[in-house]
């Protein structure tokens, strides 16, 4: 079989023009594409199955658009831009006055050169979308209005892809990490392909990892709908096994640091290497909220799972957002191998730690048949030491905290005592409690 080569401008060009949607022939395309570098496994729900508080919507293909003046001028052409359609349009054909038409236009009249993405998944309409400036130079005449477009019983449907751990290390409690995007949006660069090019460039990185002590598990999915599903069919694994995960989405734009937003709890792995990062001035931090992409799937309510979100220029804060001005001009592809690198240098790092588990997890452990805190407790043995290391109230200190906190997702570099206590120091304790058989 003829091995996929990755390039990275080639597979963007094929993706950019194709009309996606949440459900359809165009994501089935896109998906079709992204699965010969990650060999997704698809899974899929039929329309009308109800997940959660939602229900899958019918599935939506559309072969043609326009609307034309009754001299057979094409006015609004989706076959020149998908993004002129409203997703999820349903079939019209009929001859209607301007009055009438303008009902179903939508434009920006603050940004009069560019068209705007505009949905209705869950509500029989349909629309078209125009600059407002092309929307001005409209005459009050009659127009033909055509849209060939079909909703049909269909499915949602997602990938799922578990890159194994090689590594067997009994330290961790839960040893998976999500990384997630969505793939839904037509002909744009920011807020589509970003995520899902990246994800690529991670997975081919990971792959080629040798010791991993984490599973990878890589998911692509519709927006929104498509998250609710995976975590639907998932969410006792991701309960017991998650351990941190992330959505990547807008990380093409030309800002210079990646902003990084908080999963709720705010203590994930991934939240504490962003938080570090932040305070270096290298990352930009936001905190939770519930505005933004499925993060607020993950971390909604009783899932409440450690995933945060990655993004350079964040959506809607920049005027291209959702726009026809969200093209290939206005991201830099090479922004995305350098933001791989960044995210793949958490991955390596993190895969070196040390993360503390104790053999038995609850309450105190006895230190005194271990020759590690005096079995004659007075005075004189607060001074006293058992240990050349540091003295006895130090080792102690080290000791107790250490195996505290020892719950199988916290790391000994997060182990925060003291400042005069070294990381050499913590590594010593560990290595002692380790050999006493206190930890895995």
Known sequence: MKKNTFNLEKIFDQLFPICRSITGDGYRKSFNIIKKFIPFKKYKYQTGKKVFDWEIPKEWNVKNAYVKNLRDKKIIDFSQNNLHLMSYSTPV??????????????????????????????????????????????????YKVFIDSSLKKGFVEWGELLLK??????????????????????????????????????????????????????????????????????????????????VLTCLGGPEKKLSYKLSRDGNSLLDKYFIQMAKNKKTNIRKFDTNGSD????????????????????????????TSADNKKF???????????????FFQDNEKKIFLRRKQPYCEMQLGKRNLYPNINSPNTWVDSSDKILNSNDQLNIINTILSAADGKITLSDIDIDKKYSYKNKKNIYTKLKKRGLLY
Request: glycine share 4%; hydrophobic share 30%; charged share 25%.
């Open 93 to 142: 054909n009929k001859i209607m006055p301007l009055s009438e038409l303008n009902k179903n236009l939508h434009s920006i009249s603050s940004q009069p050169k560019y068209i705007p993405y505009v949905t209705s998944y869950y509500k029989k309409n349909w629309g078209f979308c125009l600059s407002h400036s092309q929307r001005l130079k409209l005459k009050n005449e009659n």
């Open 165 to 246: 751990k090689t590594v067997k290390d009994n330290s961790l409690k839960k040893d998976t990490i999500l990384i997630t995007s969505y793939l839904c949006h037509p002909s744009m660069a920011n807020n589509e392909l970003s995520g899902p090019l990246i994800q690529i460039l991670l997975y081919l990185k990971l792959k080629k990892l040798k010791r991993r002590k984490f599973n990878y598990l890589f998911v692509i999915n519709p927006e929104t709908i498509g998250s609710i599903c995976f975590i639907h069919k998932n969410l006792k694994y991701l309960k017991n096994k998650l351990i941190s995960g992330i």
């Open 295 to 322: 993060e607020r799937q993950y971390c909604s309510s009783e899932c409440n799972l450690p995933v945060g979100q990655l993004a350079r220029t964040v959506y809607g804060k920049n005027k291209e957002y959702h």
């Open 331 to 345: 991201v830099r592809l090479k922004m995305f191998k350098e933001t791989a690198n960044e995210i793949f240098k």
